[in-house]
């Protein structure tokens, strides 16, 4: 008679003991890379880093939050105790009625090609053979032809403009920028309008400059303007506009409960009293540090407003193709 074998127990498997009690910390806290969060650690101690993108993580170390990102201990069964840090599964976008889903690229016309990240769209122009004419051209001017989707830029010289061309062609370049790194062409949008016309609000970018040359979204903070000032107050008499309004010392900015490690002095776009709206001329992306009451830590990019003008066509702020313009004409800027 046959005997059939018993099934073997499985081995015991010991759980690595990642948190240890009492508390242990270092009794000055690390000093992290520019952009990486200062967080609790996941055993409720100590300060520490945050895990970045695709970096192991664990109960004790934990990823940056602040980034949305989360540990993934998919790969690890059955024990899931390591894991690798990665977004959080993003949602669709929708755009004139029709839904995409997260990752699906789109081309909604012939001018922008457009890609839809965790909810976000970001778009790039097609239309980039014809560039703007450089400073020496005094009257550029953007001609439709037949048959042909992208307009073609000439210069004009049947009209008579000023000695010297305006500050803005200087910075007619293309919306997006292209350059080759480790067999990646980084590819990263314009920033999109912010989302108040007055107060914090938040403007979005997509790009693929990472390690894993992944395209992912990115958010900054902006401010075009208080809501709580009224501007009108310091437009100097005779004039219809302030295109730059600054307060009268510098601040720290403050979000959530917690305050900047330094103080600021930004400026702000004004306002007008005719129909004619400011918006931000030049402006650059800067990484502000804050620091919270229970002693963690975080960077937020900043949008820093170097420059405005005030136009007479004001923006529509659901127009996602917007600030892919190549050119402002010359009547859009504040006499």
Not at 77 to 82: G, T, V
Not at 222 to 245: A, E, F, M, Q, S
Request: charge should be positive; hydrophobic fraction near 25%.
């Amino acid at each position: 008679m046959l005997s059939i074998p018993e099934p073997m127990a499985p081995e015991p498997y010991n759980r690595t003991q990642y948190c240890q009690w009492p508390c242990k910390c270092p009794k000055t806290p690390p000093t992290c890379p520019p952009g990486v969060s200062l967080i609790t650690d996941g055993c409720d101690c100590c300060r520490a880093c945050a895990k970045q993108v695709g970096e192991v993580c664990n109960e004790k170390e934990n990823c940056d939050h602040h980034r949305g990102l989360y540990c993934d201990y998919s790969a690890d069964k059955p024990r899931y105790e390591k894991g690798v840090c990665a977004y959080l599964p993003g949602t669709g976008c929708e755009h004139n009625g029709v839904i995409y889903r997260n990752g699906q690229s789109f081309q909604p016309n012939c001018k922008y090609q457009c890609l839809c990240v965790n909810g976000a769209i970001g778009c790039v122009s097609l239309c980039n053979e014809s560039q703007p004419p450089r400073v020496w051209c005094q009257n550029p001017r953007r001609v439709k032809i037949p048959g042909r989707c992208c307009e073609l830029w000439i210069c004009d010289e049947s009209r008579r403009g000023r000695k010297t061309a305006p500050r803005h062609t200087m910075a007619a370049l293309s919306s997006v920028k292209d350059s080759w790194n480790k067999n990646c062409v980084t590819q990263t949008t314009s920033w999109s309008s912010c989302s108040k016309t007055c107060g914090r609000g938040v403007s979005l970018r997509i790009t693929n400059n990472n390690k894993q040359c992944q395209m992912v979204k990115e958010s900054r903070l902006c401010n075009i303007r208080p809501c709580k000032v009224d501007i009108t107050k310091h437009i100097k008499p005779g004039k219809k506009c302030l295109n730059i309004y600054r307060a009268a010392r510098p601040h720290n900015f403050t979000i959530s409960g917690c305050t900047s490690t330094k103080t600021y002095w930004p400026k702000f776009c004004g306002v007008c009293t005719d129909e004619r709206c400011c918006i931000p001329f030049k402006s650059k992306t800067v990484e502000v540090d804050f620091q919270c009451p229970n002693g963690s830590g975080f960077t937020w990019q900043v949008m820093w407003i170097n420059a405005c003008f005030c136009n007479l066509s004001c923006k529509n702020p659901n127009d996602i193709f917007t600030d892919l313009e190549q050119y402002h004409e010359r009547s859009e800027i504040e006499k």
